[in-house]
T-cell receptor, first 118, second 114 residues
Framework: AQKITQTQPGMFVQEKEAVTLDCTYD???????LFWYKQPSSGEMIFLIY??????QNATEGRYSLNFQKARKSANLVISASQLGDSAMYFC???????????????FGKGTTLSVSS | KAGVTQTPRYLIKTRGQQVTLSCSPI?????VSWYQQTPGQGLQFLFE???????NKGNFPGRFSGRQFSNSRSEMNVSTLELGDSALYLC?????????????FGQGTRLTVV
């Protein structure tokens, strides 16, 4: 079974609108971390936001917020006030394991391509 | 401060050859991870190094190997290249290992095997 599922291959939004990118995850660990990365056409993966499984508040970083619903195992990314520069591929990722335990890999979803138009 | 530097950015190799890719992490970062990105398989974890020791390895054949030097720079090597090894290889640098540690990625090395 896939550990990270991103069901939207592509999303289209107009500038200044908000957009939600979906991510569901599957883990039996109690401790895990959830990440969102942005990958523009240049290839570099840019870190956007992090949510720990024990964090009670939803994470926010500027225009990015993470809608964390633990019971549903979902970690959707919300981008408010979209900009043309937000057009890119977005990846949801998870790290499993006990807090601060050495050496755990990021498990990525297949990604969602976001296109922002003027 | 300088980000993660991967060299070379682009590489074309012939089947059967070997290749070495390099990654210089952010200054002070001791953990380096490698990922392979292909259109079909997406992003897959290759291996992780911390203080010159391999901490974790993904499900790749033994043709894929890596190492980390005392200055935290890392190299990965692919021997006996196959067409399916064509991919974007991404290196990620972290201050330490751990579940909640943010990983900073380089721009990748795009390898084409012909």
């Amino acid at each position: 079974a896939q550990k990270i599922t991103q069901t939207q291959p592509g999303m289209f939004v107009q500038e200044k609108e908000a957009v939600t990118l979906d991510c569901t995850y599957d883990t039996s660990d109690q401790s895990y971390g959830l990440f969102w990365y942005k990958q523009p056409s240049s290839g570099e993966m840019i870190f956007l936001i992090y949510q720990g499984s024990y964090d009670e508040q939803n994470a926010t970083e500027g225009r990015y917020s993470l809608n964390f619903q633990k019971a549903r195992k979902s970690a959707n990314l919300v981008i408010s006030a979209s900009q043309l520069g937000d057009s890119a591929m977005y990846f949801c990722a998870m790290r499993e394991g006990l807090l601060n335990q050495a050496g755990t890999a990021l498990i990525f979803g297949k990604g969602t391509t976001l296109s922002v138009s003027s | 401060k300088a980000g993660v530097t991967q060299t070379p950015r682009y590489l074309i190799k012939t089947r059967g050859q070997q290749v070495t890719l390099s990654c210089s992490p952010i200054s002070g970062h001791r953990s380096v991870s490698w990922y392979q990105q292909t259109p079909g398989q997406g992003l897959q974890f290759l291996f992780e190094y911390f203080s010159e020791t391999q901490r974790n390895k993904g499900n790749f054949p033994g043709r894929f190997s890596g190492r980390q030097f005392s200055n935290s720079r890392s190299e990965m090597n692919v021997s006996t290249l196959e067409l399916g090894d064509s991919a974007l290889y991404l290196c990620a640098s972290s201050l330490r290992t751990g579940m909640n540690t943010e990983a900073f990625f380089g721009q990748g090395t795009r390898l084409t095997v012909v």
